[in-house]
């Protein structure tokens, strides 16, 4: 099993950046895909971006590539997001998930995720 808790989330003005960060733990974290989704308010959940287990491969939502990037670190059990030139639309709870092994790549879907945070709040404002 895998438990997993964000951090990071706060306040960003309109082109501004922030960096969630997931902690994860359980033995097994460097076997799984992760990934991280978001949810407005009245919206469904959706893919941001998702990397590898190994950390070498990386997948993107249109909308947020080239400004954010996934990364994790397998020996502190961590998986991050780095978020640059921020949208007021991209205010809301973002979540870290880790897929079900041997799920196919790239894990864009939510179904496809075993474990999941609580979610941080991410407002964008100008």
């Known amino acids: 099993q895998v438990q997993l808790v964000e951090s990071g989330g706060g306040l960003a003005q309109v082109g501004g950046s922030l960096r969630l960060s997931c902690a994860a733990s359980?033995?097994?974290?460097?076997?799984?895909?992760m990934g991280w989704f978001r949810q407005a308010p009245g919206k469904e959940r959706e893919f941001v971006a998702a990397?590898?287990?190994?950390?070498?491969?990386?997948n993107y939502a249109d909308s947020v590539k080239g400004r954010f990037t996934i990364s994790r670190d397998n020996s502190k059990k961590t998986v991050d997001l780095q978020m640059k030139n921020l949208k007021p639309e991209e205010s809301a709870v973002y979540y870290c998930?880790?897929?079900?092994?041997?799920?196919?790549?790239?894990?864009?879907?939510?179904?496809?995720?075993?474990?999941w945070g609580q979610g941080t709040q991410v407002t964008v404002s100008s």
């Open positions: 359980g033995r097994t974290f460097s076997s799984y895909d």
């Open positions: 990397i590898g287990s190994s950390g070498t491969i990386a």
């Open positions: 998930a880790a897929a079900s092994r041997g799920s196919s790549w790239p894990p864009r879907s939510r179904s496809v995720y075993s474990y």
